[in-house]
């Protein structure tokens, strides 16, 4: 087998690495009775017809995470697969609302999760950094509630705010004000847009957020004046190409527009999203790519996406001199 290039894995929600089989000994440890009978049984679920339908199983699956050790065994399992997938700086995602509306405080969460980032870069050779999500779905009012619940944590180790979950009649716009709380609170700022929802949202994401990334973005091609902003000012998209077929928003892997995009010379990244749910770590969608010969992805532009992911990750240049 030949060495997996080196990668920063940009787009990437720890929730979404739940594996069926971990879910399964998670619920024996916390004694939770699941709707499967079986990792097998569960894995035939992760059928989807759009963004909904997957955020449905995904916040149900969730109950099974529950105390520090749990958040903790999560993380340390993605890291691993990750690290052997080549991935050597991962920027990860999480939702705290999604906890905390289950009762699980967010101490909890951040303790696990930031338990196995410590130990990351000695046991799997693994920098990381931790972004906090906004659900879009929940109200203004959470959001700001969770941002102030997280301010022992900011810079060590939440370093980033996000926007996630369902897209389509939650603008951006909507959180202009825990973002500005986020950007003067010294924290980067990300946001998902333009993965179902219109090229507007992107360009309130810039605008509005201040996002300093676009998540997913791919209907920026059919906005011309935003596609061609996008190569002039160099915005980074963490593009997750086997999301977008799982989730439809794509019809087929060959249709995938990330070559076009890059091509024409837009910072690109290519990333997992929810691997446990869309068949595969950031390894796979490198592989997916390269095997689909309508997108004309070979080695170069393999090589091109791994140092784009290093350009736009959130390190020192000096840490970034040491991985490009
Ligand atoms: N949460 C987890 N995965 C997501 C995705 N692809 N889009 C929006 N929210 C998400
Ligand atoms: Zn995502």
Not at 58 to 67: E, G, I, P, S
Not at 85 to 101: K, L, M, N, S, W
Not at 207 to 212: I, Q
Not at 257 to 275: E, F, H, K, Q
Request: contains cysteine; proline residues 6%; charged residues 25%.
């Amino acid at each position: 087998m030949t060495r997996p290039i080196p990668k920063a894995e940009l787009h990437l929600h720890i929730e979404g690495t739940l594996e069926p089989e971990l879910a399964f000994s998670l619920a024996a440890r916390n004694g939770i009775t699941l709707m499967y009978r079986s990792a097998d049984e569960l894995r035939k679920a992760y059928a989807f017809d759009d963004l909904q339908s997957f955020l449905n199983l995904y916040y149900k699956l969730m109950a099974v995470l529950r105390t520090e050790r749990d958040f903790e065994d999560l993380a340390d399992a993605y890291l691993a697969r990750a690290a052997a997938q080549g991935v050597r700086h991962a920027e990860i995602f999480f939702d705290p609302q999604a906890h905390t509306a289950r009762g699980v405080p967010i101490e909890t969460v951040v303790a696990g999760l930031g338990r196995a980032l410590k130990a990351a870069p000695a046991r799997h050779g693994v920098t990381t950094r931790l972004i906090m999500c906004f659900l879009r779905d929940e109200s203004v009012e959470s959001a700001l509630a969770t941002f102030e619940s997280a301010r022992p944590w900011f810079g060590d180790p939440i370093i980033g705010v996000g926007l996630d979950s369902a897209e389509v009649g939650h603008p951006p716009s909507k959180f202009r004000e825990v973002f500005d709380r986020a950007r003067e609170a010294g924290l980067r700022r990300v946001a998902h847009a333009g993965e179902e929802g219109p090229p507007e949202y992107v360009w309130e994401a810039l605008d509005v957020l201040g996002a300093e990334r676009i998540d997913h973005g791919i209907r920026c091609v059919e906005d011309e004046r935003l596609f061609l902003r996008l190569i002039r000012e160099q915005v980074p998209l963490t593009v997750c190409p086997l999301s977008n077929v799982r989730l439809r928003c794509v019809d087929h892997l060959a249709d995938h527009p990330l070559p076009y995009m890059l091509d024409s010379g837009m910072l690109v990244t290519a990333n997992s999203d929810d691997p446990s749910y869309f068949g595969g770590y950031v390894g796979d969608v490198y592989d997916a790519l390269e095997a689909e010969p309508m997108l004309m992805i070979g080695v170069d532009e393999l090589q091109l996406l791994a140092a784009n992911s290093f350009r736009a990750a959130f390190l020192s240049d000096e840490e970034r001199r040491a991985y490009l």
